[in-house]
């Protein structure tokens, strides 16, 4: 195969959709649904419901908001075993009951098992968040981690 075969080849295994191989369990009618999933990117719809309202203007609680963003961040990385370490986020614009946010994550730069993510979301194209999510890919599930056992053991 040439060399510009080969290009040709992996610029279109990037844009090729993949499973969801992490948070299988989790409640996408909170968190959001999967509209596209390729490797290094994700895109969540989040339709927000009653269930999100904070008040009776119908603000969406932000911790909705948080949720949608950052299983986009983890479906961008898509490993099992991915954790959200730490995150920087900016709400811009608040949503009401009834918006559909569109959030799109965007691997950033990879270091061993780190991964950095950004992640913008958008309600009528009106930017609503955007957020640097930084995530580690452990060895084990994090709640099988040797670490979190001797922490245990010494609290007993």
Same mark, same amino acid.
């Given at each position: 195969?040439?060399?510009?075969?080969?290009?040709?080849?992996?610029?279109?295994?990037?844009?090729?959709?993949?499973?969801?191989?992490?948070?299988?369990?989790?409640?996408?009618?909170?968190? *959001?649904?999967?509209?596209?999933?390729?490797?290094?990117?994700?895109?969540? %719809?989040?339709?927000?419901?009653?269930?999100?309202?904070?008040?009776?203007?119908? $603000?969406?609680?932000?911790?909705?908001?948080?949720?949608?963003?950052? &299983?986009?961040?983890?479906?961008? !990385?898509?490993?099992?075993? !991915? %954790? $959200?370490?730490?995150?920087?986020?900016?709400? $811009?614009?608040?949503?009401?009951? *009834?918006?559909?946010?569109? &959030?799109?994550?965007?691997?950033?730069?990879?270091?061993?098992?780190?991964?950095? !993510?950004?992640?913008?979301?958008? /309600? /009528?194209?009106?930017?609503? &968040?955007?957020?640097?999510?930084?995530?580690?890919?452990?060895?084990?599930? !994090?709640?099988?981690?040797? $670490?979190?056992?001797?922490?245990?053991?010494?609290?007993?």
């Amino acid at each position: 195969m040439s060399d510009e075969e080969q290009s040709h080849t992996e610029a279109s295994n990037a844009h090729e959709e993949i499973q969801l191989q992490t948070h299988l369990k989790i409640n996408q009618a909170l968190s *959001g649904d999967i509209e596209v999933l390729q490797k290094g990117y994700a895109k969540i %719809v989040l339709s927000t419901t009653e269930e999100m309202r904070a008040d009776e203007a119908g $603000l969406v609680h932000g911790g909705f908001i948080f949720s949608a963003a950052d &299983f986009a961040a983890m479906s961008a !990385v898509n490993d099992k075993n !991915v %954790v $959200l370490a730490a995150s920087t986020c900016q709400f $811009l614009a608040p949503v009401r009951v *009834g918006d559909s946010v569109i &959030f799109e994550a965007q691997v950033r730069h990879k270091e061993g098992r780190k991964r950095n !993510v950004h992640v913008k979301g958008y /309600s /009528s194209e009106i930017k609503v &968040f955007e957020g640097e999510f930084k995530t580690v890919i452990t060895e084990h599930h !994090v709640l099988n981690l040797s $670490l979190l056992q001797n922490s245990e053991a010494l609290s007993d």
